[in-house]
């Protein structure tokens, strides 16, 4: 007997289906406008909420890997939304900030995003949203501290 997979039952699917049309959408209709990528949303969002952060932090709150954060942000320095810094305690560390204009466009952009959100959870009630959230919050932090097999790793 074949063993199946039903995507539509299948929750990495499910998520990264709901992920991508969300991101294809608000990335088309809103951030193309400013010339701004989702990942480049994705840091100045975090930048927005957290203020100068070095690279290695974004890595960590972005989910983009060290080496393509670092081309992204080059761009966007060069597109005068974020500067970056040596670090006053470390001439080794990078901090990165929202300029003026990368905070006027946040700003835009921020009510944007929230209406996307909740155009996607349209007709859910707000507990279960929160619910929603809490549960992808803690499928992501197994997800981190997931225990990689032998044979996976060989």
Request: a positive charge; one cysteine or more; aromatic letters at 4%.
């Amino acid at each position: 007997m074949k063993t199946k997979l039903d995507l539509d039952n299948y929750l990495p699917y499910l998520v990264n289906r709901v992920g991508n049309i969300i991101a294809e959408q608000y990335g088309s209709e809103e951030l193309s406008c400013y010339g701004l990528s989702i990942a480049m949303w994705r840091i100045m969002a975090v930048l927005a909420s957290h203020g100068g952060l070095r690279q290695i932090d974004l890595v960590a709150l972005t989910s983009i890997e060290v080496s393509t954060l670092s081309r992204i942000v080059t761009r966007m320095v060069r597109m005068g939304v974020v500067s970056r810094t040596r670090s006053a305690s470390s001439t080794r560390e990078v901090i990165v900030k929202l300029t003026p204009k990368g905070n006027a466009q946040v700003e835009r952009l921020i009510p944007v995003a929230h209406a996307y959100e909740a155009d996607a959870t349209a007709g859910l009630p707000d507990e279960d949203v929160a619910v929603l959230k809490r549960c992808l919050r803690r499928v992501y932090a197994n997800m981190q501290h997931r225990q990689v097999t032998a044979a996976a790793a060989e």
